[in-house]
């Protein structure tokens, strides 16, 4: 009876350090491919994406973008939450 306490008690203490272990955040972006996070609505090309992770689980993308007429490069902040952090269509980062 009192291995049996004893293994109970150890059982629980490991399920309780197992549940205080930090877990790996995951971002809320839909997983449907239907259902995108748009980045750039406008009118106009956008192509040849480029994505790098902003440290805190979201993302940082750049694009070529046609809009005007000319070859400018844009950028879009996305939150871990899928949240678009920027400026609606992105933000020039060298326009012609």
Same mark, same amino acid.
């Given at each position: ?27 809320? *972006? ?10 750039? =609505? =406008?009118?106009? =090309?956008?192509?040849?994406? %480029? ?10 993308? %750049?694009?070529? $973008? ?5 070859? $400018? ?7 871990? %939450?899928? =949240?678009?952090? *920027? ?10």
């Amino acid at each position: 009876m009192q291995k049996a306490r004893a293994f109970f008690f150890v059982c629980a203490g490991l399920l309780a350090l197992a549940l205080l272990l930090p877990c790996p955040a995951a971002a809320a *972006w839909p997983r449907d491919p239907n259902v995108n996070v748009p980045l750039c =609505t =406008t009118s106009g =090309t956008q192509y040849s994406p %480029t994505i790098i992770s902003d440290g805190a689980g979201g993302a940082i993308v %750049t694009w070529y $973008d046609y809009r005007s007429g000319n070859y $400018d490069i844009y950028a879009q902040r996305i939150l871990a %939450t899928g =949240t678009v952090q *920027w400026a609606a269509n992105g933000v020039p980062l060298c326009i012609d």
